[in-house]
């Protein structure tokens, strides 16, 4: 089946530490994106790649890195400059074609630091 | 891109029809309105996109006004399966290639269906 997977489902790391969440897509797809969801709230942009080996930030950069050296993968690292990295993480991915506009979403990570 | 107004919450009997609005009195011309939905704890899926003309899939309805100020999305027979938030949401398209999973999310209306 295509879609596109996060791993873990729930993560838990110590204050202090670099945590880098997974994910991985199989639709062919050139765009990639993360957003991070906090409780009762909506998505809100953290980096976004339209093309392998080229990355932008989003609304909230600030504390996060990305690569992006294959297609299908766009891992997303959560540094100990995130001051409030306890949050509900989401890759998706789209295609870059007008006929084809819907964006696909994984099951997210759920990020605890304590 | 331009900002969308949804109410907070909504209550809908099972196998009535739930209808959402979403007003959008900013949108440009060139802009199109999307909706999503996120049932809990899971990724957003897409459910319609449209312009300005209605649209129909297996999923929804989509009206939009004919000054494109609001638009309405329609679920014909509610499940309890269909309890979630959903996000209404305008965004710019146009040739040459375009991020369209660079969405602007609001809070979204808690769609609940109860039996």
């Known amino acids: 089946d295509g879609g596109i997977t996060q791993s873990p489902k729930y993560l838990f790391r110590k204050e202090g530490q670099n945590v880098t969440l997974s994910c991985e897509q199989n639709l062919n797809h050139d765009a990639m994106y993360w957003y991070r969801q906090d409780p009762g709230q909506g998505l809100r942009l953290i980096y976004y790649s339209q093309i392998v080996n080229d990355f932008q930030k989003g609304d909230i950069a600030e504390g996060y890195s990305v690569s992006r050296e294959k297609k299908e993968s766009f891992p997303l690292t959560v540094t100990s400059a995130q001051k409030n990295p306890t949050a509900f993480y989401l890759c998706?991915?789209?295609?870059?074609?007008?006929?084809?506009?819907?964006?696909?979403f994984g099951q997210g990570t759920r990020l605890t630091v304590v | 891109d331009a900002k969308t107004t949804q109410p907070t919450s909504m209550d809908c009997a099972e196998g009535r029809a739930a209808n959402l609005p979403c007003n959008h009195s900013t949108i440009s011309g060139n802009e199109y309105v999307y909706w999503y939905r996120q049932i809990h704890s899971q990724g957003p899926q897409y459910i319609i996109h449209g312009l300005k003309n209605n649209e129909t899939n297996e999923m929804a309805s989509l009206i939009i006004t004919e000054d494109r100020k609001s638009s309405t999305l329609i679920l014909p027979h509610a499940t309890l399966r269909d309890t979630a938030v959903y996000y209404c949401?305008?965004?710019?398209?146009?040739?040459?290639?375009?991020?369209?999973?660079?969405?602007?999310f609001g809070q979204g209306t808690i769609l609940t269906v109860h039996p």
């Open positions: 949401i305008v965004r710019v398209e146009g040739a040459g290639g375009t991020s369209y999973g660079k969405l602007t």
């Open positions: 998706a991915s789209s295609a870059n074609v007008p006929s084809d506009t819907e964006a696909f």
